[in-house]
């Protein structure tokens, strides 16, 4: 599978080592597609890597993973170029957390809309999943947690997309999925970040993963 990963920070490059690491043609996009860290990714992934501007990353992707800080997503695609997501599976991983009156982080959307639906406006023929924000980028991929790896919670609009990001999280290591529903239900996924972080504040450990109990 093609795979194009919008955004080279932290969680971007887990998610595409997580991809190579098991057979997949993995692009990453930048603006400076030629940085130091992107270097580095390179020479150190196992499996067939490259990096490129955005919308070559866009272009190159069959499944394309946003993976960008919320604040600069609407902005990337435009950079990515919305005609070349048309199509395809969009994995957002964003989170519209606002930072500016410090830590804790709140929303700079919410309640009403969610960072996924604007996505996924901007996008309207792609297929937009909400998947990966609610956990931390070093368990992204191949998660440990003393409880077990519990479900991932996602939401989107189309049904096979979602069947299709869930056979990936299982490729990941990840038991499965739990379906919230239509892509507003990322406003709930978005929500419980900033609690998040306040429960890992207060345990003093970020590997930390909401887990749904039932009997």
Known sequence: MKVGVLGSGDVGRALATGFASRGHDVKVGSRDPKKPELAKWLRETRGKTSTGSPSETAAHGEVIVLATLGAAAEEAIELAGPKNFDGKVVIDVTNPLDFSKGMPPGLFVGTTDSLGERVQRKVPKAKVVKCFNTVGNAHMVAPKFLGGAPEMLIAG???????????????????????????????????????????????????????????
Not at 160 to 186: H, M, N, Q, R, S
């Open 157 to 215: 609009n189309d049904a096979e997309a979602k069947k299709k990001v869930t056979a990936i999280l299982k490729e990941f290591g990840w038991p499965g999925a739990i379906d919230v529903g239509g892509i507003d239900g990322a406003r709930g996924l978005e929500a419980i970040v900033p609690l998040w972080v306040r429960v890992c504040t207060a345990l003093g450990n970020w590997n930390v993963a909401w887990k749904v109990l039932h009997d």
